[in-house]
């Protein structure tokens, strides 16, 4: 008999971080929804954080045709090969104006997958100013037409978007449950 298996909302995922949070000692002063819904900043009295919440594991790979769209540069740094992660380009700069409404913070990105076999979340931290300054020094920008999930006039709307990417290595994306 097959399980079925519930993907957590942002939400929720939000709500069991910050409960997490607390537990390790950070005292939480607000948090703010973006990017309708799907992304939330938690302000703490030690980080603050910019979350990111996606649906399945990482062992999933949030981008597995990495080393497809990107193989001049597995050519040349063939130990970046994998899957990598990825945020648009709006997004990220929005997050480094806020930071900069915030200089005297440390500001962390938080990617926040659900690991569907083990029903639990699993937590990576990554410095927004490398994935940024990453992605752009080696040209691992992709520029393409994404599906609009906000529903129009019962139409789906396709949009371009440019995404920045950054191979999923340990150097890059610290598992969070280690790091605090």
């Known amino acids: ?5 519930s993907v957590p909302s942002a939400q ?4 069991i971080f910050k409960k997490y949070l607390s537990e390790k000692g ?10 309708n819904s ?11 954080f910019y979350c990111l919440y996606r649906k399945h594991s990482p062992d999933l790979g949030t981008f597995c045709k990495f080393n497809n769209y990107f193989s ?5 740094y063939p130990e970046f090969c994998g899957h990598a992660e990825t945020i648009n380009k709006e997004i990220i700069n929005n ?12 500001f962390l990105l938080i990617f926040i997958y659900y690991n569907e076999e083990k029903e639990k979340f699993t937590r990576y931290a990554c410095n927004p ?3 940024k300054k990453f992605a752009e020094k080696h040209n691992l920008i992709r520029k393409h037409i994404a599906t609009d999930h906000k529903i129009s006039n019962t139409k789906i709307q396709e949009i371009h978007e440019t995404t920045y990417h950054l191979p999923f290595k340990e150097m890059f994306f610290k598992n969070f449950d280690k790091f605090i």
């Not at 008999?1 to 298996?5: A, L």
């Not at 799907?38 to 603050?48: G, M, N, Q």
């Open 1 to 5: 008999m097959n399980k079925t298996i």
């Open 12 to 15: 929720k995922a939000y709500l």
């Open 26 to 35: 950070c005292k939480i002063y607000n948090s703010k929804e973006y990017n």
């Open 38 to 48: 799907r992304h939330e900043l938690i302000l703490t009295d030690k980080y603050y």
């Open 72 to 76: 001049d540069f597995i050519k040349e």
């Open 95 to 106: 997050i480094i104006n806020i930071i900069g409404q915030f200089p005297e913070k440390e």
């Open 129 to 131: 100013y490398l994935f």
